[in-house]
């Protein structure tokens, strides 16, 4: 893998692998989700959940809770973090990634639209945008990068993510917010046509 990100997930996973000084194998499942992921979807993923990490205090225990610290952010800071081939619309590829981390268990995806779309299902969103929710399996695989090896996803919540890190940038506009309360925030710049 060429890409600077996943070469950096595969590191934390073998460093994760044999950082209790057990035989666990555990590390080759993993392994094996990265593997399976293009490098548009492992940067969309570490995005997502170092935006979470950075910014949710602890574990949300229901799913309405995970539903009120969903992750949202623009369309295009989403595409700016993914390689896009020219003649290819942002939008789709960006769905297409999200969609199959969806389908890997990695996020719950709520949307990938513009502001029309989202309207019709009752969201406002003033620009093009995305949001997810953060899955058990997608926190473990994010910890498992960061050579944490675990089961218990609460143990995120154990680790200051304030400062930046050397595995790849995340989205400026990136916010933790309820699912359907739309995107940006109010009160915000992006809001306020800034």
């Known amino acids: 893998m060429s890409d600077e990100v996943g070469q950096e997930y595969f590191a934390g996973l073998l ?13 080759v499942y993993y392994a094996g ?22 910014n949710v205090a602890e574990y949300p225990e229901s799913n309405e809770a995970k539903g009120k610290n969903a992750v949202w952010m623009s369309l ?8 896009i081939i020219e003649g290819d619309d942002p939008l ?13 268990g990695l996020v719950d995806l709520g949307g990938v639209s513009t502001p029309k779309l ?23 695989l994010f910890l498992r990068a960061y050579g944490i090896r675990t089961s218990d996803a609460k143990r995120m919540f154990e680790f200051d993510w304030s400062q930046p890190d050397s595995l ?3 989205a400026t ?5 309820p699912y359907d309360k739309g995107f940006p925030p109010s009160g915000s710049s992006a809001s306020k046509g800034d």
């Open 33 to 54: 989700i990265v593997a399976g992921l293009t490098s548009n979807q492992i940067r969309l993923h570490h995005a997502i959940y170092r935006c979470f990490a950075s």
């Open 173 to 177: 506009s990136a916010f933790v917010g």
């Open 76 to 83: 295009d800071d989403a595409a700016g973090l993914i390689n």
């Open 15 to 27: 460093l994760s692998s044999g950082s209790d000084g057990a035989d666990a194998d555990d590390g």
């Open 168 to 170: 790849g940038e995340i």
């Open 92 to 104: 789709e590829v960006v769905s297409e990634s999200l969609e199959a981390l969806n389908q890997r």
């Open 118 to 140: 989202f309207a019709d299902i009752g969201i406002v969103t003033a620009i093009p945008s995305c949001v997810t929710i953060a899955t058990d399996m997608g926190i473990r």
